[in-house]
């Protein structure tokens, strides 16, 4: 079986690669773990009132009452064990139980079929079509060869920005003229992809809004034609999220899941949000593999999730050495 990863592997250059997360999601790190620092960074009591100011500011975080009762039920415990004596323990027990939750979803990108048929879906504005194009640039940089389906055909412009990322990566792009069955893009590009042997199959779909049935039943027939064509496909369905709509990506999530089944998650946009707290909350409820997160503009900022890193950027160790 063969794993889709970066170049820079090994979990020294992983590291690097990721202390840039501190400047590119500051933004959350101001929103969280400047407040959440600023709770526990001092010599407050541990009391009812220092508990309560710290479940507002995961709330305020976009954690959700879901995971934040989670969380503050595991801290009210330890403080009640006396396992924690003061409020720079429970900083660090916090850390540690935030990466507990995110852990599961640092996954390697699993390439296991060839052609490997992903269907890209999401929302409008989610980043999904560029996020495709980033995972062209980057397979191609791993030596694989990718075919990108247009099937997103209600909007021309779709379309075209799909093309401008096939020519940039140097791949082809299967696409027919607006207003064209989104399905049967997707099965010609099928048969095009098996009969070009090529590596991976990205399939874009229109920004399909999470609450219209009918386009929602669309997708469904898409995933129903590729399987006519090879039983297993699609071998991935992945929802493109962006990182600052807060709660409402688990509603999406869920939606999604319930029409036509999702595999993993791509988080978008997390640079420019107060938001990312989400991302715990996509976690704790939904245990998915996040395989990327966007934290940029450019193609190198589309970047495998690292549960670590993300939890050093949006809550800093400032001293504590919990990494054991």
């Known amino acids: 079986m063969a794993l889709f990863r970066t170049a820079a592997s090994d979990e020294g250059a992983k590291r690097g690669l990721f ?11 101001r929103a969280f773990g400047t407040r959440v620092g600023g709770l526990l960074g001092g010599r407050r009591t541990l009391d009812a009132a220092l508990l309560e100011d710290l479940e507002t ?13 989670a969380v503050m039920t595991d801290i009210t415990k330890r403080i009640t064990r006396k396992e924690l004596g003061d409020t720079g323990a429970v900083y660090a027990a916090l850390r540690a139980i935030l990466y507990d939750i995110v852990r599961p979803c ?11 048929v992903v269907l890209m879906i999401g929302v409008n504005g989610a980043g999904k079509t560029t996020t495709i194009g980033k995972l062209a640039v980057r397979l191609r940089g791993e030596g694989r060869t990718v075919l990108l389906a247009a099937g997103d055909t209600f909007r021309a412009a779709a379309i075209e920005q799909l093309g401008e990322w096939a020519r940039r990566a140097d791949v082809a792009v299967i696409s027919q003229p607006r207003g064209a069955d989104a399905a049967a893009v997707a099965h010609d590009a099928l048969q095009a992809a ?18 219209q ?29 962006d990182g600052g709509i807060g709660q409402n990506a688990l509603a999406q999530v869920e939606q999604f ?6 595999t993993g998650l791509c988080i978008t946009k997390l640079d420019g949000t107060a938001k990312g707290g989400v991302v715990f909350a996509l976690a704790k409820r939904y245990a998915l593999p996040i395989y990327f997160v966007g934290v940029g503009e450019s193609a190198d900022d589309l970047r495998p999730f690292d549960a670590r890193s993300f939890v050093d950027a949006v809550l800093p160790a400032e001293g504590h050495d919990d990494r054991t």
Request: aromatic share 2%.
């Open 257 to 262: 899941h319930k029409a036509v089944g999702v």
């Open 194 to 211: 098996r009969a070009r042997a090529v590596d991976v199959l990205l399939i874009d779909t229109a920004g399909r809004l999470h609450t």
């Open 106 to 116: 640092e996954q390697p990108w699993p390439i296991t079929h060839r052609p490997e």
């Open 19 to 29: 202390t840039q997360w501190g400047e590119r999601l500051a933004a959350t790190r």
């Open 213 to 241: 049935t009918g386009l929602m039943d669309e997708l469904a027939k898409i995933k129903r034609t590729l399987a006519r064509l090879e039983a297993q496909a699609p071998h991935q369905i992945i929802v493109t999220l």
């Open 57 to 69: 500011a995961l709330l305020t975080a976009d954690l959700g009452v879901d995971t934040t009762t």
